[in-house]
């Protein structure tokens, strides 16, 4: 058991963390494309919002601003776990 906690996960994280963080990444950008089946998310709300107050573009502005900022912090959060991961040798 401890072979388990001490060898194999660590060898098992290093290996799949790179494709499942690119894949969540890939995911959260691809949210934006399920608010044409109308399920209620960002980009949603920003064209509700939108077509409310008639300013489309500092409300898409900001929605693009939104998905970056989130998109480079899950990706610098998954390098800094690679880091970790790999100076743990």
């Known amino acids: 058991m401890l072979t388990l906690y001490y060898v ?3 060898q098992a994280f290093k290996t799949i963390l790179p494709p499942v963080g690119n ?3 890939a995911l959260l950008k691809d949210s934006s494309l399920i608010s ?3 399920v209620a998310d960002l ?3 920003g064209r509700e919002f939108a077509s ?3 300013t489309y573009f500092e409300t898409y502005t900001i929605i693009a601003l939104i998905y970056l900022i989130i998109t480079l912090f ?3 959060l998954v390098s800094l776990m690679e880091e970790k991961l ?3 040798k």
């Open 43 to 45: 980009l949603r709300r």
């Open 36 to 38: 044409i089946l109308a």
């Open 52 to 54: 409310e107050t008639f």
């Open 23 to 25: 894949e969540f990444i």
């Open 8 to 10: 194999i996960l660590p």
């Open 86 to 88: 790999s100076d743990n």
């Open 74 to 76: 899950l990706s610098k």
